[in-house]
């Protein structure tokens, strides 16, 4: 079985200032890591991902995540925050030992940045 | 490139009823996958489709079923409504599965049970 936590219902943050969103994942074989947005009413939208090689992920919109093998997290990290990243964010896992394309998610992390 | 394209976007329907949500991946995406979305359960596995054959399913009652098309687009019903069943349906699409594919979601489909 497969597990994301995501430890934080909502961040808050100034902008301009640094932000992090926090996840942790469980799963018996090698994992694929992947964050998503969300904005109101709208479908999930892909950040970023961790398959293999480097630690540091970068992707969209200035987005970063760092995996970390022996904490089993991926936290979701950008420099300067904008008042436009105000969102909720969701982290993924999928086991990259089993076939298919089975995303399991967190809960959610809101992110309220503040002008 | 076009996205992954969900229809409708928005329906009602009365308890009992059933309803059918549409998907067409993007082009070339041969896996199909469909998740519900509801403020209590957060981001579900409902099933995932490859060549028309279901792959994966998760832990939903049989009232869920989907299929696949020969041109991979999928459709997902739900039979006899309750009102539990009211979410946001979003349906994913990808490449076969190789090391790491991108999953991408569509803009979903609100269903609403009354």
């Known amino acids: 079985a497969q597990s994301v936590a995501q430890p934080e219902d909502q961040v808050n943050v100034a902008e301009g200032n640094p932000l992090t969103v926090k996840c942790t994942y469980s799963?018996?074989?090698?994992?694929?890591l992947f964050w998503y947005v969300q904005y109101p009413n709208r479908g999930l939208q892909f950040l970023l991902k961790?398959?293999?090689?480097?630690?540091l992920v970068k992707g969209s919109y200035g987005f970063e995540a760092e995996f970390n093998k022996s904490q089993t997290s991926f936290h979701l990290k950008k420099p300067s925050a904008l008042v436009s990243d105000s969102a909720l964010y969701f982290c993924a896992v999928r086991d990259a030992n089993n076939a298919g394309n089975m995303l399991t998610f967190g809960g959610g992390t809101r992110l309220m940045v503040k002008p | 490139k076009a996205g992954v394209t969900q229809t409708p976007r928005y329906l009602i329907k009365t308890r009992g009823q059933q309803v059918t949500l549409s998907c067409s991946p993007i082009?070339?995406?041969?896996?199909v996958s469909w998740y519900q979305q509801t403020p209590g359960q957060g981001l579900q596995f409902l099933f995932e489709y490859f060549s028309e054959t279901q792959r994966n399913k998760g832990n939903f009652p049989g009232r869920f079923s989907g299929r696949q098309f020969s041109n991979s687009r999928s459709e997902m019903n739900v039979s006899t409504l309750e009102l539990g069943d009211s979410a946001l349906y979003l349906c994913a699409s990808s490449l076969p599965r190789d090391s790491g594919n991108t999953i991408y979601f569509g803009e979903g489909s609100w269903l609403t049970v009354v």
């Open positions: 799963v018996s074989g090698n994992p694929y």
């Open positions: 961790y398959i293999t090689g480097d630690n």
């Open positions: 082009s070339g995406h041969r896996s």
